[in-house]
């Protein structure tokens, strides 16, 4: 079966640096995708790896490799409104996109 | 409108009953898709459209129907709604299937089936 795994919860202090990690077993790979979603609201689109490595987006940086079916998503500068929970998700040999259950981020001040 | 529009925001339904969830989008995205998120899971597939006049099941199909006569609108309708489709739906679009292109979410619906 098609399997992605990411931690339910994590907390992290304003300012610091917190690293979201997924794996994933998917009958195929085309793509890998990190959303935000803030409570009560819809995704949104925060970073998109095919190949190996790290793809650097402002605060925000992912990581993938392919070998190991892993990825993880790096926040810096932690800031309250980063509070949110962080889905992962890969696009499958039909490319259809396979979620992840996400990773509910609480900063603390 | 700007990006993708669903109605109602939420809507208390008695089982049994039928209930047509509406999209629409105004990116001319040839992709659209609904998809259901309960407590603890990820977002689940329930229907796809890949372009105007096809759609193709998801990974949770049954008891739902799509339809997709043009571009923009993709409804969602559950024949004969049970308790256990009791849901946050969203339907989302993307400019193509491959490649980079990611996927835009609606504010989705909260449906309640008693």
């Known amino acids: 079966g098609q399997n992605i795994d990411q931690p339910t919860e994590m907390t992290a202090t304003e300012g610091a640096i917190v690293q979201i990690n997924c794996t994933y077993q998917?009958?195929?790979?085309?793509?890998l995708f990190w959303y935000q979603q803030h409570a009560g609201e819809a995704p949104t689109f925060l970073s998109y790896?095919?190949l190996d490595g790290l793809e650097e987006k402002g605060r925000f940086s992912s990581f993938l490799s392919r070998s190991k079916g892993y990825s993880y998503l790096l926040l810096k500068e932690l800031q309250m409104k980063d509070s949110a929970s962080y889905l992962c998700?890969?696009?499958?040999?039909?490319?259809?996109?396979?979620w992840g259950a996400g990773t509910k981020l609480i900063i603390k001040p | 409108i700007a990006g993708i529009t669903q109605a109602p925001t939420s809507q208390i339904l008695a089982a049994g009953r039928r209930m047509t969830l509406r999209c629409t989008q105004d990116?001319?995205?040839?992709?659209m898709y609904w998809y259901r998120q309960d407590l603890g899971l990820g977002l689940r597939l329930i229907h796809y459209?890949?372009?105007?006049?096809?759609?193709g099941k998801g990974e949770v199909p049954d008891g739902y129907s799509v339809s997709r006569a043009n571009t923009d609108d993709f409804p969602l309708t559950l024949a004969s709604a049970v308790p256990s489709q009791t849901s946050v739906y969203f339907c989302?679009?993307?400019?193509?299937?491959?490649?980079?292109?990611?996927?835009?979410f609606g504010p989705g619906t909260r449906l309640t089936v008693l």
């Open positions: 998700a890969v696009r499958d040999s039909n490319y259809q996109l396979i």
């Open positions: 998917t009958s195929g790979f085309n793509g």
């Open positions: 989302a679009s993307s400019d193509g299937t491959s490649g980079s292109f990611e996927q835009f």
């Open positions: 790896n095919v």
């Open positions: 990116m001319r995205h040839n992709a």
């Open positions: 459209s890949n372009t105007a006049g096809t759609t």
